[in-house]
């Protein structure tokens, strides 16, 4: 909003999280292919495709390995990094478009299947698979016109259901007990992360929109976690808004 801060960007830019999300988009246009979809990755990284400024000024490491070995090597359906170190955002910060396209997929193998295909061109541990698995899943019964936190309600029981018949490692799926078992909007602020582990960005993300009535508290609450967002000064953020004299969250 203000410029020049991290990236030395001007006001307006937006960040290869947005950019990345336009090739998933624009991927889908004629349908879902993961290579075409990776191939714009590609483009961006190369050309700075859908880059606010024709130009990649961040990637994250992940994803830069990852868009390396298609290169190198050519299409894989799990292309991405396998390890647990390798569980950054960078498949979820992107997902979002995958939600309008699965809406009317009514099976949820197949839709959990895609998910993964898709989270694995760059992120292929379980962890990132199943946070962005959540969080399609939460954004569908979104776009069915289901409020928030029923929206939420409906994501616990539809995963809950799918993940007690699959069989994930127990471990990997209690890291997420806060939010498919507790209710993550009753969560202490102090307590959420908004780092680029996957989980921390998933956790802070769903507690910002269930927190807030509209897009602009929940991307306020989201800028003053900090972390992980362009942090920005809080009274300058409430100035341009014009709301110096509310109390915000966080």
């Known amino acids: ?33 993961a290579e075409k979809m990776l191939t714009l990755f590609v483009r ?11 130009k990649l000024f961040d990637i ?20 991405g990094e396998f390890d647990v170190d390798s569980n950054g955002n960078g498949s979820l910060m992107r997902i979002l478009p995958m939600a309008f396209y699965l809406t009317k997929i009514q099976d949820i193998d197949t839709r959990y299947n895609i998910i993964k295909e898709v989270s694995s061109l760059t992120h292929a541990h379980f962890r990132s698979v199943l946070s962005c698995f959540i969080y399609v899943e939460f954004a569908i019964h979104l776009i069915n016109g289901n409020k928030p ?68 508290e929940s991307t306020l609450k989201a800028v003053n976690l900090g972390g992980d967002t362009d942090t920005l000064d809080r009274k300058v953020v409430l100035r341009n808004y014009g709301i110096d004299d509310i109390q915000i969250d966080g």
């Open 60 to 79: 994250g490491q992940t994803t830069r390995l990852s868009i390396a070995r298609f290169i190198k090597n050519g299409f894989s359906n799990m292309n």
């Open 149 to 216: 936190q029923d929206a939420y309600n409906s994501m616990q029981k539809t995963v809950n259901d799918f993940v007690a018949k699959m069989e994930f490692n127990q471990k990997e799926v209690e890291l997420f007990d806060r939010i498919l078992k507790m209710n993550i909007a009753i969560v202490d602020v102090d307590f959420i992360r908004s780092s680029g582990y996957v989980l921390s960005t998933l956790e802070a993300s769903l507690w910002c929109v269930l927190k807030s009535t509209t897009y602009v």
């Open 44 to 54: 961006w990284y190369k050309e700075g495709y859908w880059g606010a400024h024709h």
């Open 1 to 33: 909003m203000i410029g020049y801060g991290s990236w030395n960007q001007p006001p307006g830019t937006w960040s290869d999280d947005s950019s990345l999300t336009f090739c998933t988009a624009e991927s889908l246009l004629d349908g879902y292919d």
